[in-house]
């Protein structure tokens, strides 16, 4: 199954695919745990994994606290061993939400 969300989030649009997470995830304290239970990320993980020259951004409103979401879900990611390097911050006025973006 884990696959098969990866196969989908890859073919969803061709070159990039996108997720938004649910803002509820920064309404209570988290975890490693918490961070992998959203599907947007467990998804985003694992198309990362399956294509070595992929890159995923996480795209973030321009507002402080957007920006510290952002931080920590990056920090998160690198604490799950998602190699820093493939990782990028993008700040985005029209964000409601973190943004997960999956690009080659």
Do not use: C, K, Y
């Not at 992998?36 to 399956?50: C, D, E, I």
């Not at 820093?84 to 985005?92: F, K, P, T, Y």
């Amino acid at each position: 199954m884990r696959w098969l969300n990866a196969v989908l989030w890859i073919t969803a649009a061709g070159n990039a695919a996108s997720a938004d997470l649910p803002p509820e995830l920064w309404d209570r304290p988290r975890s490693a745990q918490a961070v992998m239970a959203q599907p947007a990320v467990r998804q985003a993980v694992a198309a990362l994994q399956s294509r070595s020259d992929a890159r995923l951004l996480i795209f973030h409103g321009t507002r402080p606290e957007a920006q510290q979401q952002a931080e920590e879900l990056l920090a998160w990611l690198v604490a799950l061993a998602v190699e820093s390097a493939r990782l990028q911050l993008r700040a985005d006025a029209s964000a409601a939400t973190i943004r997960l973006e999956l690009i080659d």
